[in-house]
């Protein structure tokens, strides 16, 4: 069966400084790895991928994440925060079936 | 190109009571998901449409619940009847591809049930 652990539930982090979303993950096979965000009152806007290739993968609005297969992780980050960051990111995972599993989500709050 | 679409944004009923929620996949996207986030907790899924056929109803959480799409364009959830812990926020997507293609989201339809 596959899983997604988010283990934390928020981080509050100071304008202009870098952030980690954390993100690891059980899965049979070889992984496939999202991350989305969503905004209140609104759906899950796609981030970025993994699939194969580079560990580091860039996405929308200055985000990257790194796939760590030793680790399994896939934690996500920004080398600095914007207060427009501020959302609920989950982390998700695939691995040749159709279905996604998603983490509970993490609340991002960036600090003026 | 138009998003997902989802309809309606919210709803309240009561226990017992029947609702239906829409969703309007993007245009060309063959694959239609269905998932529900309860407060708080994981996005789960429900179920997987390839056009008009059921690929992987797994998560469906009983047969109070009833997802069609005929003719493989929209698809509807009914939950009849109700209950209490159907509560939560149900989200479609779609997708062109399977495996690593992205899913496009819907805005999702926030049921409550009293």
């Known amino acids: 069966a596959q899983s997604v652990a988010q283990p934390e539930d928020q981080v509050n982090v100071a304008e202009g400084n870098p952030l980690t979303v954390k993100c690891t993950y059980s899965v049979s096979g070889n992984p496939y790895l999202f991350w989305y965000v969503q905004y209140p009152n609104r759906g899950l806007q796609f981030l970025l991928k993994?699939?194969?290739?580079?560990?580091l993968v860039k996405g929308s609005y200055g985000f990257e994440a790194e796939f760590n297969k030793s680790q399994t992780s896939f934690h996500l980050k920004k080398p600095s925060a914007l207060v427009s960051d501020s959302a609920l990111y989950f982390c998700?995972?695939?691995?040749?079936?159709?279905?996604?599993?998603f983490g509970k989500g993490t609340k991002l709050s960036v600090i003026p | 190109e138009a998003g997902v679409t989802q309809f309606p944004s919210h709803s309240v009923i009561e226990k017992g009571q029947t609702v239906t929620l829409r969703c309007d996949p993007i245009?060309?996207?063959?694959?239609l998901y269905w998932y529900r986030r309860v407060m708080g907790k994981e996005i789960k899924f429900l179920l997987h449409f390839v056009k008009e056929s059921k690929q992987d109803e797994s998560g469906m959480p009983n047969n109070r619940f009833l997802a069609e799409r005929t003719g493989g364009t929209y698809s509807t959830l009914k939950v009849q009847p109700a209950e209490l812990e159907d509560s939560g926020v149900y989200f479609c997507?779609?997708?062109?591809?399977?495996?690593?293609?992205?899913?496009?989201f819907g805005n999702g339809t926030r049921l409550t049930v009293t």
């Open positions: 993994y699939i194969t290739g580079d560990n």
């Open positions: 998700a995972v695939g691995a040749g079936s159709y279905q996604l599993t």
């Open positions: 997507a779609s997708s062109l591809n399977t495996g690593g293609s992205p899913l496009h």
């Open positions: 245009s060309g996207h063959d694959n």
